[in-house]
């Protein structure tokens, strides 16, 4: 009896320890110029206080115009602990054409911070912004702590703006 009262608290704990981890959103997925990025690694960089993942999508008008800005914004806030990184989602079948056009748009950008391509959207889905049909609802900007853990969704990025400027 006491066994199974032992085991089954056990369960009970390790269910809430695993469900905890669900909220920590760490990716590693390749640059435009083919280097792997790991979000874990640059939180666990001793200047990091938070990053902000951008699902960007080279269709979205809004998501393309903002680039510029997030460069600004980043460059002002880097020295402070902001990392910032574009995550691009694909939105055609032909991943390889989208790719071409993806490069082609970020070659023309003047910018300081890496941009990803998630080229199977699987970092999407953990984000919940594409659905299991390969549908996204992009812009969509996240903000995670040192632990990887979101503190902050937007999909307006004046909104998200301004609270990069509260937090640092």
Known sequence: MKKRFFLMIAVVFLSFQMSGDEDVKRFDLYTLD???????????????????????????????????????????????????????????????????KIKEFFKKQKISFPVVFDKYSITGKKFGIVDNNGSAVVPQMFMLDKTGRIIFKSEKHPELIKEIEKSL
């Open 34 to 100: 083919d280097v792997l990025y790991s979000s874990q690694k640059e939180l666990e960089k001793n200047d990091t206080k938070i990053m902000v993942a951008d699902f960007f999508s080279i269709h979205c008008e809004p998501c393309k115009k903002s680039i510029s800005k997030w460069d600004e914004v980043y460059r002002k806030y880097s020295a402070k602990g902001l990392k910032f990184v574009v995550i691009v989602i694909p939105v055609e079948e032909d991943r390889s054409a989208e790719l071409v």
